[in-house]
């Protein structure tokens, strides 16, 4: 009789931990980088839902990951998704933000992002990025190459604060600090702009002229047109 007591006390805990090894126990979310700036693990944790319901305590073979990892990417905020889950009833998503190069300041302000396309703002974080003006949604295709290009240089990245298009699409850039406007006029030959730029910033720095200048034009072919206060 202690025998079969014993027995049934043993199956009893190994059904109870059978039952537990296949339940949800918990929902790790993790941020690419460790920025979570744009989007919450709050407001991932809310979109990791099965069947109405909050992932925890649910079996494991309900779990549908593809599915869960289609809410995530489609998200405005989320580039890009991956929900795995764990032996021991561990469900993770490593969540990777989409990246805001420029911001344009229309009626309804929007971000263009490091693929060139339309982002929306984040009610959770501002991101420090060059203000657009004169830019609509039609025509990111037209400024992407230019935001890419600042992005990807050093000291440009650091120095370019504003971006302007005037009606016949010619541009203009406001530095930061500097008291100067520079003249870009269409988005192309970047790369030869910018060189002769850069020899003209190094230039006006050793001879401390920098102060002097109200605006740089850079559309003319190999050279730099400066314009004195």
Avoid at 129 to 134: K, N, R
């Amino acid at each position: 009789m202690f025998c079969l007591l014993l027995v049934t006390l043993f199956l009893v805990a190994f059904s109870h931990k059978r039952n537990s090894d296949r339940t949800i126990k918990v929902v790790e979310v993790n941020f690419e980088a460790g920025a979570n700036l744009f989007i919450t693990a709050e407001t991932v944790d809310k979109l990791l839902i099965q069947n109405g319901k909050p992932l925890e305590g649910q079996r494991k073979e309900i779990l549908v990951l593809k599915n869960l990892e289609d809410k995530l990417d489609s998200h405005a905020m989320i580039s890009d998704a991956d929900v795995y889950l764990t032996l021991d009833g561990v469900v993770g998503a490593t969540v990777k933000q989409r990246k805001p190069l420029g911001r344009v300041q229309a009626q309804k302000p929007f971000y263009i992002d490091e693929n060139g396309s339309y982002m929306p703002l984040s009610t959770n974080y501002s991101a420090r990025v060059p203000l657009i003006d004169g830019v609509s949604r039609e025509q990111i295709k037209e400024v992407y190459p230019l935001l890419n290009y600042l992005q990807q240089d050093d000291l440009l990245a650091k120095q370019v604060i504003g971006i302007s298009r005037k009606a016949d699409g010619n541009y203009s850039l406001t530095p930061r600090v500097l008291n100067y406007n520079i003249t870009l006029g269409k988005i192309k030959d970047l790369q030869s702009k910018f060189a002769n730029y850069k020899a003209f910033y190094q230039k006006a720095i050793k001879d401390n002229s920098l102060p002097n200048y109200k605006n740089i034009d850079l559309r003319f072919k190999g050279q730099v047109v400066g314009t004195k206060i």
